[in-house]
């Protein structure tokens, strides 16, 4: 574990963290830059809801790293691309991390770097192409002191599921995943919810001392929204990764303050979105 760089991560009064992602477009899929056309935009729009990181690529990272000050959220560095969200998919798969990574990672002063332990139904060639991205990453992470974020993915079957970004919330998948991103030597755990959340506290459990942020996955309600994320946090989870539920959102920065008063004040579902209310009105 790196400490020095997960402290501009993590909130000093909870210890919660919450990582917005706008890294969609890397993976060359259309329907996932809707509503996230113009970046610069979104950026700022985020900058002023205030969450405690941004996640993004290699190439639009700067628009957060140009805005002056000290008070912006800290960067969580995307660093590998994939063609697996599309339906059909493509006849051949792959996965890449990006080139020197990681000193691309300490140029653009980010927090951590965040890559994927894809586990996809009848192609296991994917999952060793991140398996290797990853022991390369970890050696060059360990030498630059930057902490390595292991996003392991349990997807359903493309063709069963009707393609896209939906994961499978099997449990027994999720821990032993879980397990092996921890194996290979993460620091942080991006994960998915499970189906029952009841059972989340596996996911902690199994991750031992690395820190799990979950995954926020597909579009829902606010109420459900929130009630997941308390769901995690009472299971032991250290902080949440949403991306659409919050770019997408009629109101970011309302949906963002509700979600940070939950993490850094303990509130509660109702009290979260009556601020949400408040800030719409």
């Given amino acids: 574990m790196t400490p020095y ?25 259309r329907s996932f830059i809707t509503g996230i056309e113009d970046m610069r935009a979104v950026v700022r729009t985020l900058v002023d809801a205030g969450p405690d990181a941004v996640q993004l690529t290699v190439g639009q990272a700067r628009h957060l790293q140009a805005i002056p000050g000290k008070d912006k959220p ?22 890449h991390h990006v080139t020197n990574a990681i000193e691309e990672a300490v140029r653009l002063d980010a927090v951590a770097v965040c890559a994927n332990l894809m586990q996809l139904p009848g192609h ?23 902490p390595l974020m292991i996003e392991p993915l349990v997807m359903q079957d493309n063709d069963t599921a009707g393609g896209g970004y939906l ?21 942080l ?15 902690v459990e199994v991750a031992g001392d ?14 459900t929204l ?12 250290r902080g949440i990764v949403y991306g659409r539920n919050v770019i997408q959102h009629p109101d970011p920065a309302g949906i963002t303050r509700a979600l940070l008063a939950v993490l850094h004040d303990g509130a509660g579902v109702d009290e979260a979105l009556d601020s949400i209310a408040e800030v719409a009105a």
């Fill in 189 to 203: 755990i991006k994960a998915d919810p499970s189906d029952d959340l009841r059972d989340y506290h596996r996911v």
């Fill in 210 to 223: 690395v820190p799990v942020l979950v995954r926020g996955g597909g579009r829902v309600d606010d109420r």
């Fill in 5 to 29: 760089r997960l402290n501009r991560l993590f909130h000093p009064r909870s210890g919660r963290a919450l990582d917005v992602a706008v890294d969609h477009g890397f993976f060359g899929e």
């Fill in 226 to 237: 929130l009630e997941r994320t308390v769901a995690v946090l009472d299971a032991g989870a």
């Fill in 74 to 95: 800290a960067l969580v560095l995307r660093t590998d691309v994939a063609n697996v969200y599309n339906s059909p998919l493509d006849s051949r798969l792959f996965s």
């Fill in 167 to 187: 994961v499978d919330g099997d449990i027994e998948k999720i821990v032993t995943l879980v397990r092996q991103a921890v194996e290979l030597g993460a620091d």
């Fill in 124 to 146: 296991p060639e994917v999952r060793e192409a991140n398996i290797r991205s990853i022991m390369e990453l970890r050696a060059e992470a360990g030498r630059y002191g930057m």
